[in-house]
């Protein structure tokens, strides 16, 4: 197992900006796949965005646009850097590695799965 560790979550008001960070510790990581999901408080978690070993991603379309999913091979980090953030954008925001089929599909297996880090969007 190898589980992502994410930071980088806080407050912000509607129309502000945050950059979140998973980073994972495996030998893998250049050829690993990582997404990102959200959970807002009563709702099933959603997937964010994801990228593969070479770069390509995979945007859902309520972020579309405003979020964007990189990442830092020397770093082993993804990063979802976060623009014109609206209040439905509040929750918890986890990361995942994996299969990227399993991450677009959000079927990641336990254990690959990030504690989350809380970003919440006031008015």
């Known amino acids: 197992q190898v589980q992502p560790v994410e930071s980088g979550g806080g407050l912000v008001q509607v129309g502000g900006s945050l950059r979140l960070s998973c980073t994972l510790s495996a030998d893998t990581f250049s050829s690993s796949a990582v997404g990102w999901f959200r959970q807002a408080p009563g709702m099933e978690r959603e997937f964010v965005a994801a990228i593969d070993w070479s770069g390509m991603r995979t945007y859902a379309d309520s972020i579309r646009g405003r979020f964007t999913i990189f990442r830092d091979n020397v770093k082993k980090a993804v990063y979802l850097q976060m623009i014109k953030l609206k209040i439905e954008d509040t929750g918890v925001y986890h990361c995942?590695?994996?299969?990227?089929?399993?991450?677009?599909?959000?079927?990641?297996?336990?254990?690959?799965w990030g504690q989350g880090t809380q970003v919440t969007v006031s008015s």
């Open positions: 995942a590695t994996g299969p990227y089929e399993e991450i677009v599909t959000g079927t990641v297996a336990d254990g690959y």
